[in-house]
């Protein structure tokens, strides 16, 4: 890691500037005052755009500035680089916040742009060097999730989609370097002439996608926090555009690939070897995951070539510049020597056996429409759910002691409104959504990372057990009057089984009655945990009751359920329960039974989403807190926790995707069995993992700091809902001793 006297030099004799001019040019706009004193240090790095480190005794500012004298075409453009940064930063994508951007070349010489100083960790040696092997992997891994989310920011919300030219982006590169490097060339390099030639009668057959692409995306253009395994900024704009994202997830990977002995910036070797720097296939797996991609990456060779041919243009470039005096590097004359060593690693690259890619899991595989609709989800959970988790929660603790706290808050109703524009509406629905049970376990996990996610999406409980009830066995007219605006969203409904007085566990028990009278229903009991019915837009009741007219003497056969209007005479809300002291936020409790087996799979898989979410926040306090002279996931206990965990999630996992998956091939009957195994084990499992999550962060753990104790409360409350563990374990039992004994007469 590098501090700030490694990182900076005096100014270079060919960069410098007049200060004087920049500090009244800053002093007009505000951003240091005329009694500052500016001083003036250049970042040894930034091959391209020459960058420096602006200080007054309590501001720290980077500016980054075109390189003077003759340019290349087309390079040096920091006036794009400013324009992404900006909208870059207002997405709260990890960036230096962009301040102003200046055109005025009297200024210092140049046009240049001004930022923020971010602190951090820089690693200039892509070996990470004083660092443990489990941060140098955790420092990888999180260097990769921020490329995978990067890729699937929105590019029309960023207004970038005409950033840059987007589809047939490797032809373009291919085109750019080539001449680039012709235009720096001092001398003829054969090899080069060869790679060139293969990348243009090779380009892949398929470059539909089109993401923002950062170009020069390495550890050492990241700030990481100080202590955190977390990407603070992302530096170097330069190169970006519009394109093919696997191009910089193959410029990521060079390293792994890179030639013994050759150094770039006297710090850039191979990582073969070192200790604890994660694999290919593993940073592939990550970045695979990250953006929900199932399928292999058989084009991957040809962007590691590109990367290999665009390294060695780059290098041409900085050598260019040193032999017309003005390059930024102090070693520039190096990378003279370093472009055919790379021109001949891609040759070799190519000519060699098809790159490792890893094993892809064949079992409970999307359609390609799930597929696109979890991108879609995914996109939108991170561009406008998760940033509007502190608000809601403000909104619940000012009103926790008043009755609005049973409301909706208005940026939940603001982002159904995007999400149903979006077509993110119903999901959980296959009528409507054209989803399997399997495409919607994954997109359930998604929004289970997030408590009023499913609301925005219209997918909340209990509305989504009591629409498909009304679905299944409604009449017309019910359904005209209340699923129709359920399913728009206009309105919420509860549900009504579980009773006070009795064990509800066995639904026999049940003393609220029905009988009829004339035209009418009568309906005598009481009902709590009665899901939903808090919310003012609360317009009906789903009613589980005895039937007292009937004649059968089957127990199962004596039960009714009941549309109830919540205004209908005689209807009363006595009082709200809590849930370990907590409302719920006001969203119910989620806690009734979901009446079908689809309703338990969508329970069970956002608990998965759930427990994913304590996991990375269990890791993430591991990493960053010390006890007895080490970082708490040093600790052997710690470690076997997250290891634990990690294993009983993925076990959780693949028995809803394989309920979900026989559910949708066999129905609801042959999955009987698998429902309830995942509605056991999947809350077993969150439970299990929160209290792991809540002990790493001992007293924090309990507070309204975190949102653990929330989560936990949701998590122990499903070993309740749907039927408390015992029962499911009774059925599993029952439905195991039927199989076996099938099998015996076979």
């Known amino acids: 890691m590098a501090d700030m006297e490694e990182l900076t030099t005096p100014v270079r004799q060919h960069h410098r500037f007049n200060v004087d001019r920049l500090k009244k040019y800053l002093s007009a706009k505000s951003y240091v005052s005329n009694n500052d004193t500016l001083s003036v240090r250049q970042y040894s790095a930034g091959q391209s755009n020459p960058t420096f480190l602006i200080q007054t005794h309590s501001t720290s500012y980077v500016l980054r500035k075109k390189p003077p004298g003759a340019l290349l075409p087309g390079a040096h453009k920091v006036d794009r680089e400013y324009c992404v940064q900006k909208a870059l930063y207002s997405a709260g994508f990890p960036v230096p916040k962009p301040l102003i951007h200046c055109t005025e070349v009297n200024v210092i010489g140049t046009e240049f742009y001004l930022m923020e100083h971010v602190e951090g960790r820089v690693f200039r040696d892509l070996r990470l060097p004083g660092v443990s092997p489990a941060e140098r992997a955790a420092l990888y891994v999180t260097a990769v999730e921020v490329l995978a989310k990067m890729h699937s920011l929105d590019l029309a919300a960023l207004k970038l989609d005409s950033y840059g030219k987007g589809a047939h982006y490797s032809r373009r590169q291919v085109s750019t370097w080539t001449k680039q490097y012709t235009a720096s060339a001092h001398r003829d390099i054969q090899p080069m002439n060869e790679l060139s030639n293969w990348l243009m009668n090779n380009f892949p057959a398929n470059e539909e996608e089109v993401t923002l692409v950062h170009g020069d995306f390495r550890v050492d253009n990241l700030i990481f926090h100080p202590t955190e395994a977390r990407v603070l900024a992302v530096l170097d704009w330069e190169l970006s555009t519009t394109g093919q994202p696997l191009a910089d997830l193959a410029y990521f990977l060079i ?88 021109a001949v690693s891609a040759l070799q690259l190519i000519q060699s056996r098809p790159l490792k890619a890893p094993q892809e899991a064949r079992l409970f595989l999307q359609t390609p429409n799930g597929q696109a609709v979890l991108q879609q989800v995914k996109d939108f959970m991170r561009q406008f759910v998760l940033p509007a988790q502190k608000e809601v929660s403000d909104y619940y603790v000012k009103h926790a002691q008043s009755p609005l706290r049973w409301n909706t808050p208005q940026i939940i109703e603001d982002l159904k409104v995007k999400a149903r524009e979006a077509g993110l509406w119903n999901l959980f629905l296959p009528a409507a959504s054209k989803l399997t049970q399997l495409d919607y376990a994954f997109i359930a996990e998604e929004t289970g990372r997030c408590l009023f996610a499913p609301e925005v999406f219209n997918c909340q409980a209990p509305d989504t057990g009591n629409m498909e009830v009304l679905r299944m066995f409604g009449t017309e007219e019910q359904k005209k009057k209340w699923l129709e605006p359920l399913l728009r969203g206009e309105m919420r409904s509860c549900f009504c089984m579980t009773e006070p007085d009795v064990a509800s566990s066995d639904a026999t028990n049940m003393e609220c009655s029905l009988y009829q009278e004339e035209d009418n229903f009568v309906i005598n009991g009481k009902k709590w945990w009665s899901s939903g019915a808090g919310n003012p837009q609360c317009k009906v009741a789903i009613v589980m009751c005895t039937s007292t007219t009937t004649s059968t003497t089957i127990r199962h056969g004596r039960h009714s359920m009941v549309l109830v209007p919540l205004d209908a005479a005689g209807v009363k809300l006595v009082r709200p329960l809590t849930v370990f002291g907590q409302d719920g936020e006001g969203r119910g409790f989620e806690i009734a039974q979901a009446r079908l087996g689809a309703g338990r799979l969508h329970h069970c898989m956002r608990a998965v989403g759930l427990a994913e979410l304590a996991l990375e926040l269990l890791c993430q306090r591991a990493a960053s807190r010390r006890t007895f002279g080490k970082k708490l996931y040093q600790h052997e206990v710690v470690a076997h926790w997250i290891a634990e965990c990690r294993l009983m999630i993925e076990q959780s996992r693949l028995l809803t995707l394989c309920a979900a998956h026989t559910l949708d091939t066999l129905g609801g009957r042959a999955a009987r069995k698998q429902i309830a195994m995942v509605k056991v084990a999947a809350a077993r499992m969150a439970c299990k993992v929160l209290d792991c999550a809540i002990q790493v962060h001992g007293g924090a753990g309990v507070s309204e700091d975190f949102p653990l104790a929330h989560m936990y409360a949701y998590a122990r409350t499903l070993r309740i809902a749907d039927g408390p563990d015992e029962v499911h374990l009774s059925t599993i039992a029952g439905l195991e001793l039927k199989d076996q004994m099938t099998k015996a007469k076979l």
């Open 255 to 342: 390293p792994h690939y890179w030639p013994s002995g050759l150094t770039i910036l006297s710090t850039m070797g191979s990582l073969k070897g070192i200790q604890g720097i994660p694999t290919v296939d593993d940073l592939i797996c990550v970045y695979k995951r990250c953006r929900g991609i199932t399928s292999a990456l058989p084009q991957l060779k040809f962007y590691l070539a590109l990367s290999f041919f665009k390294m060695a243009g780059i290098a041409q470039g900085v050598y260019a510049r040193h032999l017309l005096g003005n390059a930024s590097a102090a070693n520039a004359a190096e990378f003279g020597h370093c472009v055919e060593p790379l």
